[in-house]
């Protein structure tokens, strides 16, 4: 991912043709070792490569290194979490370890080299979050206010749902695109796709620099310069209000309404909880805040012979009989420690 993971070995780009060879026979030396592979989608008229992706389904027991030195023979591997980047031919590839259920989304996520973060920058102003994993959005405790605890509510993690409900044409993309230009208007062609979206004033400075170093997205911010404001949409109602209303399109189409409210009422729950029952009632034991986790438990022991026996004792009991016990402990702490 990237075609620079690799240090201590020499590797080069691979024109088109000699990229579309070595990919067959990459794939090939995987048949019947992995269950389940693809990589995503690339332009057909892109000139040059530096890597390939490969993602892949594999058995929690396989051992992923000892299967590449074994089928590639590389000089170098480099692991970044789910991912491992080695040398073949002296070109990059990196296999990429994605659950089952992530599989197709994570494969359409990765395409054109850019798909996903081009989608993924439009969801995130209307209030939702794409990624590898799906759709899905944040249930803050209080609603427009990100510094509040958050859950994470998965819409959907099928494609064509995610694309129908953005707007997004399916069919289009199953047949591929031809060109950049033709990938750039299907993006702008979205139901939920705004101008302003892609404008340098609306990133913050780690979001701009980040960009900065995409070019897909540098090429789709100078496609989108060469339009008139009169082809692309702009937002014409507050946003707050607009971005609710979304989300709560969403919520419908997905059929995640009771989810959303169950999410909202756990939290809530939470939020109480935590009023009743928290560090802070411990800290002036005299034998220092390290020990504080440690008086809790204790504590906690009294209530509940599991963590969900005493869970239940806080949501039955009220805040000033809570209270009332941990002042008994800390008395029985003090006089131990005098005596």
């Not at 089952?100 to 990765?110: I, K, M, R």
């Not at 069919?171 to 031809?178: A, L, P, T």
């Amino acid at each position: 991912m990237g075609g620079n993971a690799l240090k201590n070995v020499v590797t080069r780009r691979y024109a088109r043709n000699e990229y579309y060879i070595l990919k067959e026979r990459i794939l090939n030396k995987l048949q019947g070792r992995i269950d389940q592979f693809d990589v995503p989608r690339e332009f057909p008229c892109k000139e040059s490569f530096g890597d390939i992706d490969v993602l892949m389904v594999c058995q929690s027991s396989m051992n992923i290194r000892n299967l590449i030195e074994e089928l590639f023979n590389p000089n170098e591997i480099v692991m970044n979490g789910d991912v491992y980047s080695f040398d073949f031919e002296q070109f990059q590839v990196d296999f990429i370890l994605v659950p089952e259920e992530q599989f197709d989304n994570a494969t359409v996520y990765l395409s054109y080299s850019d798909l996903g973060g081009l989608i993924g920058n439009i969801c995130h102003k209307i209030g939702l979050k794409y990624g590898m994993q799906g759709l899905w959005m944040n249930v803050h405790t209080q609603e427009f206010d990100p510094t509040t605890t958050s859950t994470k509510l998965i819409l959907s993690r099928n494609v064509k749902e995610i694309f129908d409900f953005l707007g997004y044409n399916y069919e289009q993309y199953m047949k591929g695109f031809d060109s950049e230009n033709d990938f750039f208007q299907w993006i702008i062609d979205g139901k939920y796709f705004r101008c302003v979206y892609f404008d340098d004033q609306q990133l913050n400075h780690a979001h701009r620099q980040r960009t900065s170093k995409r070019p897909i997205y540098i090429k789709f911010r100078a496609y989108l310069n060469q339009l008139s404001k009169s082809e692309t949409n702009e937002p014409s109602q507050d946003h707050n209000e607009f971005i609710r209303n979304i989300r709560q399109q969403a919520l419908i189409y997905f059929k995640k309404e009771e989810d959303y409210h169950q999410g909202l009422c756990q939290r809530e729950e939470k939020r109480q909880l935590k009023d009743k029952y928290n560090g802070r009632y411990f800290c002036d034991i005299d034998d220092g805040k390290h020990m504080v986790r440690v008086h809790m438990k204790n504590f906690e022991k009294r209530f509940g012979k599991t963590d969900e026996e005493f869970h239940q004792w806080i949501v039955d009991t009220d805040h000033d009989t809570i209270k009332l016990e941990i002042e008994k402990y800390k008395n029985e702490i003090k006089h131990s420690q005098s005596s």
